[in-house]
């Protein structure tokens, strides 16, 4: 089982981007599909974006997040540009063992969180 840590987080202001790293522990980072999800303060922690285990699909809802992963660094990004304050949220990291979930109950495995902060 992959452990995971994000990075990356931090205050920004409304137009800016920034670009978070999920970084995996272990030897078997490949098998597994990925996601980022996020949690804003009193709501549900939601999906925002998903990857295959090679890295060949990939899904997201907002047009202004890109994932990516890079296999053989066992880590995971997510770039996020034309930030708003909406976006404010605790963002994690994910592992999938079976396909490519779009929902929580799919992943196995989370991270610790990183606050993304967006000031207006």
């Known amino acids: 089982q992959v452990q995971l840590v994000e990075s990356g987080g931090g205050l920004v202001q409304a137009g800016g981007s920034l670009r978070l790293s999920c970084e995996a522990s272990?030897?078997?980072?490949?098998?597994?599909?990925m996601g980022w999800f996020r949690q804003a303060p009193g709501k549900e922690r939601e999906l925002v974006a998903a990857i295959s285990r090679g890295g060949g699909s990939a899904y997201s809802v907002e047009g202004r997040f890109t994932i990516s992963r890079d296999n053989a660094k066992n880590t995971m990004y997510l770039q996020m540009n034309s930030l708003k304050p909406e976006d404010t949220a605790v963002y994690y990291c994910?592992?999938?063992?079976?396909?490519?979930?779009?929902?929580?109950?799919?992943?196995?495995?989370w991270g610790q969180g990183t606050q993304v902060t967006v000031s207006s």
């Open positions: 272990g030897r078997s980072f490949s098998t597994y599909a």
């Open positions: 994910a592992a999938a063992r079976l396909g490519m979930p779009l929902t929580l109950r799919g992943y196995d495995t």
